[in-house]
């Protein structure tokens, strides 16, 4: 969750998730707040930041100094993450003395 009270700061909130492609093995969430970043960049923060903690734990060799999408192929291609994805909410700052709140959640469902 990111609180803001700076009226037309962008604020964001994310959540990312990877999922390992062995089942048994447990995956990864991570969580992601900041400002002026757009919901997809945000997003897609969040999600590299899952998958690289998942990559690191399933011993899946990677370059660290590659973007996002040059390393997902890599993660995808070794056949040991599924899935990775991210949902993001971001907002503007309120006119007016208001604060701002955005709020993305996970929700964990057995």
Do not use: C
Not at 43 to 51: F, I, K, Q, V
Not at 66 to 82: F, L, N, T
């Amino acid at each position: 969750m990111t609180v803001w009270s700076q009226p037309g700061r962008r604020i964001v909130a994310s959540i990312g998730l990877a999922l390992p492609a062995e089942r048994g093995r447990y995956g990864y969430l991570s969580e992601h707040h900041g400002f002026g970043q757009t919901e997809i960049e945000a997003g897609d923060y969040a999600e590299d930041l899952a998958a690289t903690m998942l990559a690191n734990t399933l011993g899946i060799e990677f370059d660290a100094d590659k973007d996002y999408d040059e390393r997902r192929e890599v993660y995808k291609m070794s056949g040991k993450i599924v899935k990775s994805q991210h949902t993001s909410q971001g907002a503007l700052g309120a006119e007016g003395n208001l604060w701002t709140t955005v709020v993305a959640a996970a929700i964990f469902v057995k």
